[in-house]
């Protein structure tokens, strides 16, 4: 199975990103308020096992982090293994601008330059909203919270700040202040996931309400002074983008950690019926069926990144888009030409597709279980990558001809495993270069599959077919010159049934639509990638083109490379195909995996 490859491979040594340091907290000097803001090393892992006593935070290195090498995404040992090189033009590539437009583009930061001090400033303020189109704040004057004993309305805000400002030494404490201003789940809500975190590794836990939660707290409060736009939906069928600071980001994400979001804890018959979850109570609760030890990795690596922000804030922005196709694309007479089409065994999407679009694996409801037990791609990117975890407060359910990309997401922790095994290894700080608008040449694009546990046979059909086609085409879409290269893998496999030969076959064409070239992933299967590879070679020497490409698919020419990897002979006339075999990360094949799938 993978885990036991994992452990002896050298791509399973590879994840860890940093050497472990074992003992007690290193004494720092005081920050001298006149040092740049910049950070100067990566961040690794400080035992949490060592305990210690707890000592001034000003002279205290936070509890998972202590100076390391930089993190710019390549591992040091990679000339030896079958990854893409860091020589790549991708780095080169281009997005699209950070511009503010009425229609398209809201700006919530002002513009950011290389010589900016800290970060962005927020824009000047703008009337609040209160409807059905915008984000609704907690600290909105129209968020008013009705008091059943005292038969009032209060501002929720002043609720919030209240709660809030009393000492909190416990998770039951904790609780209790979040439950005042959610009075409604008192019977629902029970923090024992986190209780227990708390109680197993205690000085992580002292830790986290001495410095760690303070500083959450002091951060969430600054919602009025950083946020001083209304936030639009991203809502179905629409077109729009939303630009924000890092640090605006990390204040958003501080109010979901502390579950302050009103209308925003279930999906019920409110405005937000079609939206994600956002308020974070799910992740402190011990979920029925869920795995003990992948809960508290969730915790660490959401510790990992506030402790990272409120110790040295990035300054950098990050672009939210979502992106609909009105026309479909006639595949069958595409005169695009083929891209670039390379297969690596080794390496990970988000390690070694620096500068690439990178693509996750998503549910339609974006971010998936994130916040509940799932611990699959989608899950684990947006862990260690807690920025995209904010996507989940403005961006509706995704439709067939739908995609959100997310540009210059910064990545906080590094891990080992993947399920059930998925575990913490040590934070980071990314020094992933930056494009002229702040953001990190990170672009990742949620594209969610079909799923075909019912009948895998389903997906060879036409429709079915065109639809994959057309979802990954408008992820990969883009108006800007330059393109990079799309860094994927098993999309729509594993659990949700589809064939990783198929599914290949069709993100290659989707990306030459797109002027794209594609790196694929196998994450150690080399059998995949001998078979993906003789496919497309087979491919390359009868079309030039995605409509001779798209025919001689569906037409299974005379190519035995071709049959061998399970396509059919026709899209109307289905026949039915096994899923691989596949033991690697991102083809995880147990039905039953209790981090596999999860409501959302």
Same mark, same amino acid.
């Given at each position: 199975?993978?885990?036991?490859?994992?452990?002896?491979?050298?791509?399973?040594?590879?994840?860890?990103?940093?050497?472990?340091?074992?003992?007690?907290?290193?004494?720092?000097?005081?920050?001298?308020?006149?040092?740049?803001?910049?950070?100067?090393?990566?961040?690794?892992?400080?035992?949490?096992?060592?305990?210690?006593?707890?000592?001034?935070?000003?002279?205290?290195?936070?509890?998972?982090?202590?100076?390391?090498?930089?993190?710019?995404?390549?591992?040091?040992?990679?000339?030896?293994?079958?990854?893409?090189?860091?020589?790549?033009?991708?780095?080169?590539?281009?997005?699209?601008?950070?511009?503010?437009?009425?229609?398209?583009?809201?700006?919530?930061?002002?513009?950011?330059?290389?010589?900016?001090?800290?970060?962005?400033? !927020?824009?000047?303020?703008? !009337?609040?909203?209160?409807?059905?189109?915008?984000?609704?704040?907690?600290?909105?004057?129209?968020?008013?919270?009705?008091?059943?004993?005292? &038969?009032?309305?209060?501002?929720?805000?002043?609720?919030?700040?209240?709660?809030?400002?009393?000492?909190?030494?416990?998770?039951?404490?904790?609780?209790?202040?979040?439950?005042?201003?959610?009075?409604?789940?008192?019977?629902?809500?029970?923090?024992?996931?986190?209780?227990?975190?708390?109680?197993?590794?205690?000085?992580?836990?002292?830790?986290?309400?001495?410095?760690?939660?303070?500083?959450?707290?002091?951060?969430?409060?600054?919602?009025?002074?950083?946020?001083?736009?209304?936030?639009?939906?991203?809502?179905?069928?629409?077109?729009?983008?939303?630009?924000?600071?890092?640090?605006?980001?990390?204040?958003?994400?501080?109010?979901?950690?502390?579950?302050?979001?009103?209308?925003?804890?279930?999906?019920?018959?409110?405005?937000?019926?079609?939206?994600?979850?956002?308020?974070?109570?799910?992740?402190?609760?011990?979920?029925?069926?869920?795995?003990?030890?992948?809960?508290?990795?969730?915790?660490?690596?959401?510790?990992?990144?506030?402790?990272?922000?409120?110790?040295?804030?990035?300054?950098?922005?990050?672009?939210?888009?979502?992106?609909?196709?009105?026309?479909?694309?006639?595949?069958?007479?595409?005169?695009?030409?083929?891209?670039?089409?390379?297969?690596?065994?080794?390496?990970?999407?988000?390690?070694?597709?620096?500068?690439?679009?990178?693509?996750?694996?998503?549910?339609? =409801?974006?971010?998936?279980?994130?916040?509940?037990?799932?611990?699959?791609?989608?899950?684990?990117?947006?862990? =260690?990558?807690?920025?995209? =975890?904010?996507?989940?407060?403005?961006?509706?359910?995704?439709?067939?001809?739908?995609a959100v990309i997310i540009t210059g997401a910064g990545h906080f922790s590094a891990y080992q495993g993947y399920s059930a095994s998925f575990r913490f290894t040590?934070?980071?700080?990314?020094?992933?270069?930056?494009?002229?608008?702040?953001?990190?040449?990170?672009?990742?694009?949620?594209?969610?599959?079909?799923?075909?546990?019912?009948?895998?046979?389903?997906?060879?059909?036409?429709?079915?077919?065109?639809?994959?086609?057309?979802?990954?085409?408008?992820?990969?879409?883009?108006?800007?010159?330059?393109?990079?290269?799309?860094?994927?893998?098993?999309?729509?496999?594993?659990?949700?049934?589809?064939?990783?030969?198929? &599914?290949?076959?069709?993100?290659?064409?989707?990306?030459?639509?797109?002027?794209?070239?594609?790196?694929?992933?196998?994450?150690?299967?080399?059998?995949?990638?001998?078979?993906?590879?003789?496919?497309?070679?087979?491919?390359?020497?009868?079309?030039?083109?995605?409509?001779?490409?798209?025919?001689?698919?569906?037409?299974?020419?005379?190519?035995?490379?071709?049959?061998?990897?399970?396509?059919?002979?026709?899209?109307?006339?289905?026949?039915?195909?096994?899923?691989?075999?596949?033991?690697?990360?991102?083809?995880?094949?147990?039905?039953?995996?209790?981090?596999?799938?999860?409501?959302?």
């Open positions: 199975m993978f885990n036991s490859m994992m452990a002896d491979s050298p791509f399973g040594k590879r994840l860890v990103q940093a050497k472990l340091s074992f003992g007690p907290p290193q004494k720092l000097p005081k920050r001298d308020q006149s040092v740049s803001r910049q950070p100067s090393s990566q961040l690794s892992f400080v035992s949490p096992s060592q305990d210690s006593d707890v000592e001034d935070e000003s002279t205290l290195i936070m509890p998972y982090f202590a100076p390391s090498q930089p993190f710019n995404g390549f591992s040091q040992s990679q000339s030896t293994l079958d990854v893409p090189q860091p020589s790549t033009p991708a780095s080169s590539a281009t997005y699209p601008p950070v511009e503010p437009h009425d229609r398209y583009h809201t700006c919530l930061c002002e513009s950011w330059t290389p010589l900016l001090q800290g970060p962005c400033p !927020p824009i000047s303020p703008k !009337p609040d909203i209160w409807d059905s189109q915008h984000v609704k704040l907690p600290c909105s004057p129209s968020s008013l919270y009705y008091h059943a004993l005292s &038969k009032t309305k209060k501002m929720r805000w002043r609720l919030i700040k209240e709660a809030l400002s009393r000492p909190i030494r416990s998770a039951s404490e904790l609780q209790r202040a979040i439950l005042s201003y959610n009075v409604r789940y008192s019977e629902e809500w029970k923090f024992d996931e986190l209780a227990r975190f708390c109680r197993e590794n205690v000085t992580e836990g002292q830790r986290f309400f001495a410095t760690t939660l303070p500083r959450i707290i002091a951060l969430a409060l600054q919602l009025p002074d950083l946020i001083t736009a209304p936030i639009p939906l991203l809502s179905k069928q629409r077109n729009h983008a939303i630009s924000m600071s890092q640090q605006q980001a990390a204040c958003l994400l501080a109010n979901a950690f502390l579950c302050s979001y009103p209308r925003r804890t279930s999906t019920g018959r409110n405005e937000y019926k079609d939206y994600p979850t956002i308020n974070f109570n799910r992740l402190f609760a011990t979920l029925r069926g869920g795995v003990v030890e992948v809960a508290h990795t969730k915790i660490r690596c959401l510790l990992a990144y506030f402790e990272a922000v409120t110790t040295n804030c990035p300054s950098g922005v990050i672009t939210y888009r979502r992106q609909v196709q009105r026309s479909p694309v006639d595949w069958a007479s595409s005169t695009k030409p083929l891209q670039p089409f390379d297969v690596f065994s080794d390496g990970t999407i988000e390690d070694n597709g620096i500068g690439m679009l990178q693509v996750d694996f998503a549910n339609k =409801i974006i971010g998936g279980g994130v916040l509940g037990r799932g611990a699959v791609q989608e899950e684990i990117r947006f862990l =260690i990558c807690p920025e995209l =975890i904010l996507s989940r407060l403005f961006t509706a359910g995704l439709e067939d001809n739908e040590s934070g980071l700080i990314d020094q992933t270069p930056r494009d002229k608008h702040g953001r990190h040449r990170t672009e990742v694009c949620a594209i969610d599959a079909q799923v075909y546990r019912a009948g895998t046979h389903l997906q060879y059909q036409a429709e079915q077919t065109n639809r994959e086609l057309e979802k990954a085409h408008i992820g990969f879409f883009a108006h800007s010159l330059g393109l990079a290269p799309v860094a994927t893998g098993n999309w729509g496999c594993g659990v949700f049934g589809g064939d990783p030969c198929w &599914k290949a076959s069709l993100q290659w064409l989707a990306a030459s639509e797109a002027g794209r070239a594609l790196n694929y992933f196998t994450f150690g299967d080399q059998e995949l990638k001998s078979k993906l590879l003789k496919s497309a070679q087979a491919v390359k020497e009868n079309c030039n083109t995605v409509g001779e490409a798209y025919s001689c698919i569906f037409q299974h020419h005379s190519d035995d490379a071709i049959s061998s990897s399970s396509v059919p002979s026709s899209p109307e006339s289905p026949t039915p195909v096994p899923v691989s075999d596949n033991n690697s990360p991102y083809m995880d094949s147990l039905a039953m995996d209790p981090c596999a799938l999860d409501p959302v």
